[in-house]
């Protein structure tokens, strides 16, 4: 009895959610001694950063993993920029140059979540199967001075893998793919967070 119900568990296929947790960058590499000058605003798009993934190949096809980065992505970007920036304000959408000097900022960052790109596989083994992540996450960010217009643009790639048991019913991929979403999350930060401390343009830029 309890053969058949293990094989019918199987066969409907269970959801396991991917839960990434936050990963700041706080050591990033910097060409200055010192914090981005100023008060600066800060508007998060982390929208893109949902996916529902499936192993690729039979095995464990019939499970759902679905990853959910939206809110680790925005904290990690708030808690990177907090420690290159002297000043932050979190804002709740784009602003316009009239709305940023109002709020006496030098400018405004914008961070956006652009592409989420998971992998699962399954790696058969003798005793027991692996379950191998990977994950590309895009993200852009650009910050537009009150006094200089557009000071810094650029689009960063974070690269993760991870290896976790499958475990009795798949359940393993989900720990593996958020395993490689933070190493993801964490390495985009880490990138982020160094164009924004070794940007020229910002420190240059006053009110």
């Known amino acids: 009895m309890r053969r058949i119900m293990m094989l019918s568990v199987l066969l409907a296929g269970c959801t396991y959610n991917a839960e990434v947790r936050e990963a700041p960058a706080y050591n990033v590499v910097s060409s200055f001694g010192t914090e981005v000058p100023g008060k600066w605003l800060l ?8 996916k529902p993934v499936k192993p690729a190949g039979y ?3 019939a499970h759902k993993f679905p990853i959910e980065m939206s809110g680790p992505f925005e904290t990690s970007v708030r808690q990177t920029i907090d420690n290159v ?7 709740r959408g784009p602003m316009s140059r009239q709305q940023v000097t109002a709020a006496g900022a030098r ?9 989420l790109r998971p992998r699962l596989e399954v790696q058969p083994g003798f005793w027991s199967a692996n379950m191998s992540a ?3 996450l895009v ?3 650009t910050v537009d001075s009150v006094k200089a217009g557009r000071v810094l643009g650029a689009t960063v790639e974070g690269q993760g893998s991870a ?11 989900a720990k593996s793919l958020a395993s490689a979403a933070g190493v993801a999350l964490k390495d985009s ?8 401390s070794n940007s020229e343009r910002m420190r240059s830029t006053g009110n």
């Open 139 to 141: 993200a852009s960010v």
């Open 43 to 50: 508007y998060v798009d982390a929208s893109p950063l949902a």
């Open 85 to 91: 920036v002297e000043q932050v304000e979190i804002v």
């Open 59 to 61: 095995a464990c096809s």
């Open 134 to 136: 990977s994950a590309t």
């Open 163 to 173: 290896d976790q048991e499958a475990g009795m019913a798949c359940e393993g991929g």
């Open 107 to 115: 400018g405004l960052i914008v961070v956006r979540g652009e592409e």
């Open 189 to 196: 930060m880490r990138k982020i967070g160094e164009a924004i």
